[in-house]
């Protein structure tokens, strides 16, 4: 069965330092999601992206965040200046639209 | 505004016995979904079951069900026969249908643990 896949895993970055999160999303799906989930707390919704743009965006995603899908399959989450409370698991996701949403594994983004 | 609520956030169940979890959602718009989530202990989410607004039928999906009691605006999953791998998170989450951005809104999650 197809999956949506992140990379990496997990990922350790120094405060203000850039970070991008990488997910390739199941091939015929048509919006892509980006979600954080603190530990411990629920999961909440970043921004999602239909016919290469942003679609909608939460208030959490602010001027540091960015998203991208540069080559038709991979879609990527850019912080630009990370900051400790950035720490979380990031959650993409991919649909079709009236569908379930398939999640990826997740990045867990530890900010030292 | 949209609003997922959770108001149990750890329930204990007998291996075998069946549990519900709760789960209630606040949306004016007429045309939504339901979904329940797994999250295990390793992270990742995986999709359990899915309600539509207008389904006529609570669904199933194997050893899950969804109590829709629309009219109450609850969603609660029911699992029967519990077993030791059901111990997890779960997410309830609603998706309004067409023009928000299809994002999901998540409840604040039940962590179940099932005894043996």
């Known amino acids: 069965e197809p999956e949506v896949t992140q990379t990496p895993s997990h990922q350790v970055t120094q405060m203000g330092q850039e970070v991008i999160l990488r997910c390739v999303p199941i091939?015929?799906?048509?919006?892509f999601y980006w979600y954080r989930q603190i530990l411990g707390q629920k999961v909440e919704f970043l921004v999602s992206?239909?016919?290469?743009?942003?679609?909608?965006k939460s208030e959490i995603f602010d001027d540091q965040f960015s998203v991208e899908r540069p080559d038709g399959s991979n879609f990527t989450l850019k912080i630009r200046s990370t900051k400790l409370e950035d720490s979380a698991m990031y959650f993409c996701?991919?649909?079709?639209?009236?569908?379930?949403?398939?999640f990826g594994d997740g990045t867990r983004l530890s900010i030292l | 505004a949209q609003k997922i609520t959770q108001t149990q956030p750890g329930m204990f169940v007998q291996e075998k016995e069946a549990v519900t979890l709760d789960c209630t959602y606040d949306t004016s718009d007429p045309s939504y979904g339901l979904f329940w989530y797994k999250q295990p202990s390793s992270g990742e989410m995986i999709f359990l079951i899915y309600q539509g607004s207008y389904d006529q039928q609570n669904a199933t999906e194997g050893r899950y069900s969804l109590n829709f009691q629309k009219a109450r605006k609850s969603a609660n999953l029911v699992i029967s026969a519990s077993q030791l791998g059901d111990s997890a998170m779960y997410f309830c989450a609603m998706r309004v249908l067409p023009n928000t951005g299809n994002q999901f809104y998540f409840g604040t999650g039940t962590s179940l643990t099932v005894i043996p």
């Open positions: 992206f239909y016919n290469n743009e942003i679609s909608e």
């Open positions: 091939s015929n799906h048509l919006y």
């Open positions: 996701a991919s649909g079709t639209g009236d569908q379930p949403q398939h």
